[in-house]
C-alpha cells in the first residue's frame, strides 16, 4: 500500500510540473510568431539602433533638406545612427523592387503611393501606421490629399512629404518675340507650336528617354479628352470601361500629330531629363516650352537662376474642344516615405518618419527646393510657388501618374507603349490594345 501511495504522490507532482510548464503543442500560431517577433526585436542593452533611408532626391537643392531632417533626427535620438541611400528616378525603383524581394528593404523608403505601393502593401512588406497617426492627432498635421494616396482598405502605409502638379512651362521672351498668347484651348496651343515650327524654334521640349516625361503629356491628352472617369472605371474593372476605350486611341493619335508637326527635338526619345538636355534647350532659348512636374521649377531656379528670374512661367494644359475632361482637372502626385515591415525597431523607424514629414522639413523644402508642401501652415513668399498651389486648390481632380497609380506590370507597360507611340513604332490602337490585354492579366 505504501509503494502503491507513493506512485500516486510521484504521479500528482509530475502533472503538476507539466501544468506549469510551456504548453508549446497547444500555443495559438499567432501567440508563437508574436514571441518569436519579439524576440528577434529584442537588442542587447546600450546596442546603438541602426536606421535606413533611401529616397530618390538626388538634385543639389532638396538632396540636403533629406539630410537636414536626418541630422535633426540624430540629435534628438542620440543612440540611433541613420544610413541614407539616394538613387536617380528608374535605377531606384528596380533597386528597391530587388531589395524588397530579397528580404533587405531598407527600413524607410521613397514611394510614389497609388498601385506601385499598394503592390507592396498587398504582399506584406510595408508597416501599417494608422494607429501613429491617430495617436494625438498626428494625421491632422496634413492635407487629406497628402495622406490619400498612401491608403488602401481603410489604412494608411505612408505620409507625403510633398504634392506634385504638372503646369506647361514657357520662355515668356519667346512668347512675346514671336507674339504668341498663352493658350487656353488646344487648337490654341496647336497654333503656338505651329509659330514656334515656323521660326526654326522647337516648340515643346522634352528627353523621353526614361519614358515618364512624355507620358505626362499623354495623361493629360486621355483626360482632357475623356475624363477622369474613363480611368478609374478600366483600372476598377466598373462599367464595361477599359484601357482600349477611345480616349486612350485618340490620346495617342494626337501624340503622333505633335510628332508630326516636329514639336519636339531631334532624338528625344534616347534624351536623358535627369542629365538636364530638355532643360538646357529652354535655357539657350532653343525651345519655347516643356511639360513637366513642379520639381522642375525649384532645379531651374537652382541651374539657371537668371533665365528663371526673367524668362520662366507656366500655365495650365488647355482644355480640349469638344473633351469630356474637366479642363481644371490636373496631372501630379505625391512623393512619400512608408516604413519597411522587416524593420527591426519600429518605433524608431516611426520617430524617424516623423522628422522626414514634419512642419520644418515642408518648410524647407518649400524655401530651398521649391516644393508644394503636404503639411498645414506652411508658408511662401515665391509667387510661382504660390500659383502652382493655386493650381492645385482649383482642380476637381488630381491625376495620379499612370505609372505610380497603376500596378507596376501595367505601369511599365504604359511607359513603354507610350513610348513607342511617340517614336511612330507602335500605333495608339496598338498601344490601348495591349494595354487592356495586360490589364485583364493583372487587375482583379
Not at 546596442?47 to 539630410?67: F, N
Not at 504668341?180 to 490654341?188: A, D, G, N
Not at 505633335?258 to 528625344?268: C, I, K, N, R, T
Not at 525651345?287 to 507656366?314: C, H, R
Request: net charge neutral; glycine share 8%; hydrophobic share 40%.
Amino acid at each position: 500500500m505504501k509503494k502503491i501511495v507513493s506512485c500516486f504522490l510521484i504521479a500528482a507532482m509530475l502533472l503538476s510540473l507539466a501544468a506549469c510548464g510551456p504548453k508549446s503543442g497547444n500555443q495559438p500560431a499567432d501567440q508563437a510568431k508574436q514571441a518569436s517577433d519579439q524576440a528577434k526585436d529584442q537588442k542587447p542593452a546600450g546596442e546603438k539602433v541602426k536606421l535606413s533611408v533611401w529616397h530618390i532626391q538626388v538634385s543639389k537643392v532638396y538632396g540636403p533638406v533629406v539630410d537636414a531632417a536626418v541630422e535633426r533626427f540624430k540629435k534628438d535620438n542620440p543612440n540611433v545612427s541613420v544610413e541614407v541611400v539616394a538613387a536617380e528616378n528608374d535605377p531606384y525603383k528596380t533597386k528597391l523592387k530587388v531589395a524588397m524581394g530579397s528580404g533587405e528593404a531598407p527600413d524607410l523608403f521613397h514611394s510614389w503611393g497609388g498601385g506601385w505601393l499598394e503592390a507592396f502593401v498587398k504582399e506584406g512588406m510595408v508597416l501599417d501606421i494608422t494607429d501613429q497617426l491617430n495617436k494625438d492627432n498626428w494625421r491632422n498635421n496634413y492635407f487629406p490629399a497628402a495622406l490619400s494616396m498612401t491608403k488602401f482598405g481603410g489604412k494608411d502605409y505612408g505620409i507625403a512629404y510633398d504634392l506634385g502638379v504638372v503646369p506647361v512651362y514657357y520662355n515668356k521672351e519667346l512668347f512675346k518675340k514671336y507674339n504668341v498668347e498663352v493658350p487656353k484651348t488646344y487648337s490654341e496651343f496647336l497654333k503656338a507650336v505651329k509659330t514656334f515650327k515656323d521660326n526654326n524654334i522647337i516648340p515643346i521640349s522634352i528627353a523621353n528617354q526614361t519614358k515618364w516625361p512624355g507620358a505626362l503629356i499623354f495623361i493629360y491628352l486621355a483626360n482632357r479628352i475623356g475624363g477622369e472617369q474613363v480611368f478609374i472605371d478600366a483600372l476598377a474593372r466598373k462599367n464595361g470601361a477599359s484601357f482600349n476605350d477611345p480616349s486612350f486611341v485618340e490620346a495617342g493619335k494626337k501624340l503622333q500629330e505633335l510628332v508630326d508637326m516636329g514639336a519636339f527635338p531631334e532624338g528625344f526619345n534616347g534624351m536623358n531629363y535627369d542629365t538636364g538636355s530638355s532643360r538646357i534647350l529652354m535655357y539657350s532659348g532653343k525651345a519655347a516650352m516643356q511639360i513637366q512636374t513642379s520639381g522642375m521649377y525649384s532645379v531651374v531656379k537652382s541651374e539657371a537662376p537668371d533665365f528663371f528670374k526673367d524668362k520662366l512661367d507656366f500655365f495650365p494644359f488647355p482644355a480640349i474642344e469638344g473633351g469630356k475632361g474637366d479642363p481644371t482637372n490636373v496631372v501630379g502626385g505625391v512623393n512619400a516615405f512608408s516604413i519597411s515591415n522587416k524593420t527591426k525597431d519600429k518605433e524608431a523607424a516611426v520617430k524617424l518618419l516623423k522628422y522626414l514629414t514634419d512642419k520644418t522639413f515642408s518648410q524647407e523644402a518649400v524655401d530651398k527646393a521649391g516644393r508644394i508642401p503636404a503639411v498645414f501652415g506652411v508658408k511662401s513668399d515665391d509667387p510661382g510657388q504660390q500659383k502652382l498651389a493655386e493650381m492645385l486648390s482649383k482642380a476637381h481632380y488630381l491625376q495620379g501618374y499612370f505609372d505610380q497609380f497603376l500596378p507596376p506590370e501595367l505601369g511599365e507597360l504604359h511607359k513603354d507603349t507610350t513610348q513607342a507611340v511617340f517614336g511612330k513604332t507602335m500605333s495608339p490602337e496598338d498601344a490601348a490594345r495591349k494595354m487592356e490585354e495586360k490589364a485583364k492579366e493583372v487587375l482583379k
